[in-house]
C-alpha cells in the first residue's frame, strides 16, 4: 500500500460538486516548468494528474447549493470549459456508463452507488474536445464523463451475489459517466475500498493503476533486471508504471519536461531520471543504455519514432498517450490547434512488417 500512498501525494480527486463549480466558473491552467507550485500556497489544489491547478477559495457557496439535490455535469458538444452544463437528476435516476449496453448486462448484475469523488482524467478532457474516438463510437453527444469514482452503494441488483451489500463504501470503474451524484454500474466493476485509501484518495486510483498494470503485464512481461524507459514518469499513469516496474524488479529510467518533476520521479522509485529541460534526451539514453531498451512506454507521440529506434532487437514499445499532440492551456482545440494536431499527425511514425521482421532477425543473431 506504500505505493499507493507515494503515488497519490501527487494526485487528487474532486467531489462532484467541486469539479464542477470550479471547472464551470472559475479559470483553469495548466501547470508548466515556469511556474512555481509553492507560490499558490493553500488557496490551490492540485487536482488531477494531468497538471491542472483549479482556483477553489470561491467555491464554497455553490457547492453547498450543488449538494442538494442529485445532478450529473453532462457535456452537450466539443468545446471549451463553458460547455460543461449541469443537469439535475430526477429521483430514482442515475447516471449509467456504456458498457451496460456495450457488453449487455442485465439489470438486475447493476448496483447504484452514491458518489463521493471522481477521478479527474486528461482522457476527460479529450472527451469535452471531442476527439476520443470510444466517447463518440459508444455513446456520442451529450456525453457524461468519468471513468472512476468512490461512494457508498445505495442499491444492489438481485443477482449482485453476496459479496457486495447496501452501505459499503466502494471504489468503481464506469465506461464514461462518472461525473455524476449518482452512477449505476455492474457490480464486476466494483472493489471494496481499502482502509487505508480515504475515499478522495480511492476514487483517484482505478484508471492509472490499471491503465499501468495492463501495459506492465499483459503487454510487456518484464523479467527481473530487465532496463525500462518511461516518458512522463512523474504522471498519473507514468508513476505507477515506475512502481510497477520496480516491483517487478526492473532498472526503471524515468523522463521528465521539467527540472521540479526530477525529485517526485526519484521518490516513485526511477533508478535515473533524464530531464529533458536541461539535457538532450537521446544522447543521455544511448550513455545510459547504448544497446537500448527492453521496453519504453510513451505517452507523448512526438517521441514514438526514436522510441522504437532505442528499443534493444525484440524490444516492446507501449504507447499510451499523444499528449504532445494537444495544447497545454487554453482550455479549447481551435483553427490553429486543430491545424496542429493534423500536422502531427500526418509526421506521426509508422512501421512495416519488414522493419519488424528485421529487428527480430537482430534479435535472433544477438542470442
Given amino acids: 500500500m506504500s505505493l499507493v500512498c507515494r503515488y497519490l501525494q501527487h494526485r487528487l480527486s474532486l467531489t462532484v460538486s467541486e469539479l464542477?463549480?470550479?471547472?464551470?466558473?472559475?479559470?483553469?491552467?495548466?501547470?508548466?516548468?515556469?511556474?512555481?507550485?509553492?507560490?499558490?500556497?493553500?488557496?490551490?489544489?492540485?487536482?488531477c494528474k494531468v497538471g491542472v491547478f483549479v482556483r477553489s477559495q470561491h467555491c464554497t457557496a455553490l457547492r453547498s447549493q450543488l449538494e442538494m439535490n442529485d445532478f450529473c455535469i453532462s457535456i452537450p458538444k466539443a468545446g471549451g470549459y463553458d460547455v460543461l452544463t449541469q443537469l439535475p437528476l430526477t429521483d430514482?435516476?442515475?447516471?449509467?456508463?456504456?458498457?451496460?449496453?456495450?457488453?449487455?448486462?442485465?439489470?438486475?448484475?447493476?448496483?447504484?452507488?452514491?458518489?463521493?469523488?471522481?477521478?479527474?482524467?486528461?482522457?476527460?478532457?479529450?472527451?469535452?474536445?471531442?476527439?476520443?474516438?470510444?466517447?463518440?463510437?459508444?455513446?456520442?453527444?451529450?456525453?457524461?464523463?468519468?471513468?472512476?469514482f468512490s461512494g457508498k452503494v445505495v442499491e444492489v441488483g438481485a443477482k449482485c451475489g453476496d459479496d457486495i451489500a447496501v452501505g459499503d463504501e466502494v471504489i468503481g470503474l464506469s465506461?464514461?459517466?462518472?461525473?455524476?451524484?449518482?452512477?449505476?454500474?455492474?457490480?464486476?466493476?466494483?472493489?471494496?475500498?481499502?482502509?487505508?485509501?480515504?475515499?478522495?484518495?480511492?476514487?483517484?486510483?482505478?484508471?492509472?493503476?490499471?491503465?499501468?498494470?495492463?501495459?506492465?503485464?499483459?503487454?510487456?512481461?518484464?523479467?527481473?533486471?530487465?532496463?525500462?524507459?518511461?516518458?512522463?514518469?512523474?504522471?498519473?499513469?507514468?508513476?505507477?508504471?515506475?512502481?510497477?516496474?520496480?516491483?517487478?524488479?526492473?532498472?526503471?529510467?524515468?523522463?521528465?519536461?521539467?527540472?521540479?518533476k526530477v525529485q517526485a520521479a526519484k521518490d516513485l522509485g526511477c533508478d535515473e531520471v533524464i530531464d529533458k529541460s536541461t539535457e538532450e534526451l537521446w544522447r543521455r539514453c544511448e550513455q545510459l543504455q547504448p544497446r537500448g531498451f527492453k521496453a519504453i512506454f510513451d505517452a507523448?507521440?512526438?517521441?514514438?519514432?526514436?522510441?522504437?529506434?532505442?528499443?534493444?532487437?525484440?524490444?516492446?514499445?507501449?504507447?499510451?498517450?499523444?499528449?504532445?499532440?494537444?495544447?497545454r492551456e487554453g482550455g479549447r482545440l481551435g483553427m490553429m490547434e486543430m491545424l496542429k494536431l493534423g500536422v502531427e499527425y500526418l509526421r506521426s511514425p509508422s512501421f512495416t512488417p519488414l522493419e519488424v521482421c528485421a529487428l527480430a532477425g537482430s534479435e535472433a543473431r544477438c542470442r
Avoid at 469523488?117 to 470510444?134: E, F, H, L, M, Q
Wanted: include cysteine.
Fill in 175 to 260: 465506461l464514461f459517466g462518472g461525473y455524476s451524484t449518482r452512477v449505476r454500474v455492474p457490480a464486476r466493476y466494483l472493489f471494496k475500498r481499502p482502509d487505508t485509501l480515504s475515499m478522495n484518495q480511492a476514487a483517484a486510483l482505478p484508471c492509472v493503476a490499471i491503465t499501468a498494470y495492463y501495459a506492465i503485464y499483459e503487454l510487456v512481461h518484464p523479467r527481473p533486471n530487465a532496463t525500462v524507459l518511461i516518458h512522463s514518469a512523474a504522471g498519473g499513469v507514468g508513476g505507477m508504471l515506475v512502481q510497477m516496474c520496480k516491483i517487478a524488479q526492473c532498472h526503471v529510467v524515468g523522463v521528465v519536461g521539467s527540472s521540479h
Fill in 20 to 47: 464542477y463549480s470550479c471547472s464551470r466558473f472559475t479559470h483553469l491552467w495548466t501547470a508548466d516548468k515556469n511556474h512555481d507550485r509553492s507560490k499558490f500556497g493553500s488557496r490551490f489544489e492540485l487536482s
Fill in 300 to 327: 507523448n507521440g512526438s517521441t514514438v519514432g526514436e522510441s522504437y529506434k532505442h528499443l534493444v532487437p525484440g524490444g516492446k514499445l507501449v504507447v499510451y498517450g499523444f499528449h504532445s499532440y494537444f495544447p
Fill in 92 to 148: 430514482g435516476d442515475s447516471s449509467c456508463g456504456a458498457q451496460t449496453k456495450l457488453f449487455n448486462i442485465p439489470d438486475e448484475e447493476h448496483v447504484v452507488v452514491a458518489v463521493h469523488a471522481t477521478g479527474v482524467n486528461y482522457a476527460d478532457i479529450c472527451i469535452r474536445w471531442g476527439v476520443y474516438s470510444s466517447a463518440k463510437e459508444y455513446v456520442g453527444w451529450p456525453i457524461t464523463p468519468g471513468f472512476e
